[in-house]
Nanobody, 128 residues
Framework: QVQLVESGGGLVQAGGSLRLSCAASGLYFSTSTMGWFRQAPGKEREFVSA???????????DYADFAKGRFTISRDNPKNTVSLQMNSLKPEDTAVYYC??????????????????WGKGTLVTVSS
C-alpha cells in the first residue's frame, strides 16, 4: 500500500520561505518520479515541480514557470522523502500542496503522463 504524507505547510508572510516534505512508503522510491502539485481555492490543481530518475544516481528536475528561481525540489532516497524548498513566497502561492508519485518515469517530464498516487495535501498560506 502506497502512502505519501506531506508536512511543513503553514502561514508565512510574503517574501518568506517554507520547506515542504513528503514521506513515501510502499513504492520503489529511488526510481520513482516524485512531484508536487498545488490547488488554490476555486482553481484547478496544477503542476509545481518533479524530480525524475535518469539512470545511475542522476536525477532530472522539472519546474512550472512560476516556480523557477524560487522553488527547489530535492529527494533523500535513504529516507524515502522528497522536499520542496519555497523561497520568496507570494500571496498567489497560497494553496494546498500535494505530493505525488507520477507515472511514466524519465520519459514523462512534469508528470505529464499522470499521477499514480497522491498525498492528502498540506496547506500553505502566504499573507501580504
Amino acid at each position: 500500500q502506497v502512502q505519501l504524507v506531506e508536512s511543513g505547510g503553514g502561514l508565512v508572510q510574503a517574501g518568506g520561505s517554507l520547506r515542504l516534505s513528503c514521506a513515501a512508503s510502499g513504492l520503489y522510491f529511488s526510481t520513482s518520479t516524485m512531484g508536487w502539485f498545488r490547488q488554490a481555492p476555486g482553481k484547478e490543481r496544477e503542476f509545481v515541480s518533479a524530480i525524475r530518475w535518469s539512470g545511475g544516481v542522476t536525477y532530472v528536475v522539472d519546474y512550472a514557470d512560476f516556480a523557477k528561481g524560487r522553488f527547489t525540489i530535492s529527494r533523500d532516497n535513504p529516507k524515502n522523502t522528497v522536499s520542496l524548498q519555497m523561497n520568496s513566497l507570494k500571496p498567489e502561492d497560497t494553496a494546498v500542496y500535494y505530493c505525488a508519485a507520477c507515472r511514466g518515469g524519465f520519459s514523462s517530464p512534469s508528470c505529464r503522463n499522470g499521477v499514480d498516487y497522491w498525498g492528502k495535501g498540506t496547506l500553505v498560506t502566504v499573507s501580504s
